[in-house]
């Protein structure tokens, strides 16, 4: 669910669409992607804890990765790190 979050894709549509590749999604993860995704792991955890529906996490978690992208896209520090 997280990789649909953040990707728009889950681990398994992104195999099936790069067939030449090793690994998974997250090997391929840029910087910002990966500390999206870091921090949408925890939102998930609290979103399961507060009795949140799939369908409901799903939501909240792709907004929030949308909103954190923008700023660590937005971000000249972490440009940097890439």
Same mark, same amino acid.
């Given at each position: 669910? #997280?990789?649909?979050?953040?990707?728009?894709?889950t681990a398994?549509?992104? =195999?099936? +669409?790069?067939?030449?590749? @090793? !690994?998974?999604? =997250? @090997?391929?993860?840029?910087?910002?992607? /990966?500390?999206?995704?870091?921090?949408l792991e925890? #939102?998930?955890?609290?979103?399961?804890?507060? !009795? /949140?529906?799939?369908?409901?996490?799903? /939501?909240? /978690?792709?907004?929030?990765?949308?909103?954190?992208?923008?700023? #660590?896209?937005?971000?000249?520090?972490? =440009?940097?790190? +890439?």
């Amino acid at each position: 669910m #997280l990789n649909v979050a953040l990707f728009g894709m889950t681990a398994k549509d992104w =195999r099936d +669409k790069n067939p030449k590749l @090793d !690994g998974n999604i =997250r @090997d391929y993860a840029d910087v910002a992607q /990966l500390v999206c995704l870091a921090n949408l792991e925890n #939102l998930n955890a609290e979103f399961i804890r507060a !009795g /949140l529906s799939q369908p409901e996490r799903l /939501l909240k /978690l792709n907004a929030s990765a949308i909103t954190q992208m923008k700023s #660590l896209l937005g971000n000249p520090g972490v =440009r940097k790190l +890439k």
